[in-house]
């Protein structure tokens, strides 16, 4: 079976600094794709960056970029230059044939 | 509306009863998701519905759970004899086609607490 794993429950950020969010997932098929949703106290999951598993150049949104290895199956977030708005649940999740969520991590940005 | 909606926001029930949960999701979106949250976890995939294509109730946890998706649009998630543990936030979302092709778009969520 398919599994995310979140590592760090909690994070926090200086404002305007750089924050790094892990995950790593587990499968064996080779077609699939991954994202990182951002869940506002509002409860609206919101799409923050996707990759496709077959290629290779990391993907890039703004100040979120992702660093992906899919020998080591790990999918990293980064988030440049921080921002209060910032401060969100983060959740990592995989797809195949269905979508698998990580646990999250709460990120915190301190001002 | 622009964006998928779901009510009620919030429901009290108590245990024993049934419930229903509405989902209107995006107009010409043919995907449509369920899923669960409980307190303090990810999401848990419940079931997905692709247009006429019969749907993926892989993930529903007990014979409890059912949905149904009419008309191609309106979608409605029942639980029936709730439980304590059924207590979550119930989350839909929908795509124009299946989530490879496009970005899934999830609504605010029914908060559903079991007494």
């Known amino acids: 079976a398919q599994t995310v794993t979140q590592s760090q429950p909690e994070m926090s950020v200086q404002e305007a600094e750089t924050v790094t969010l892990s995950c790593t997932y587990d499968t064996s098929e080779s077609d699939y794709y991954l994202f990182w949703y951002k869940q506002p106290p509002s409860r609206q999951m919101i799409l923050v960056i996707r990759?496709?598993?077959?290629?290779?150049q990391n993907a890039t949104e703004n100040r979120f970029s992702v660093n992906f290895q899919k020998a080591a199956k790990s999918f990293s977030l980064k988030i440049s230059d921080s921002q209060l708005g910032d401060a969100a649940m983060y959740f990592c999740a995989w797809y195949g044939n269905k979508l698998v969520f990580g646990a999250g991590t709460i990120l915190r940005v301190k001002s | 509306g622009a964006g998928v909606s779901q009510s009620p926001s919030n429901k009290v029930t108590e245990k024993g009863k049934d419930v229903e949960l509405r989902c209107d999701p995006i107009?010409?979106?043919?995907?449509l998701y369920w899923y669960r949250q409980s307190l303090g976890q990810g999401l848990e995939f419940l079931i997905y519905?692709?247009?006429?294509?019969?749907?993926?109730k892989s993930g529903l946890p007990s014979d409890r759970f059912s949905a149904e998706r009419t008309g191609g649009s309106v979608s409605t998630l029942t639980i029936q004899r709730t439980q304590q543990e059924d207590s979550a936030v119930y989350l839909c979302a929908s795509s124009r086609r299946d989530i490879r092709q496009e970005t899934q778009y999830f609504g605010p969520g029914t908060r559903l607490l079991v007494l």
């Open positions: 519905f692709q247009g006429n294509s019969a749907p993926d």
């Open positions: 990759q496709e598993a077959y290629k290779q």
């Open positions: 107009s010409g979106h043919t995907a």
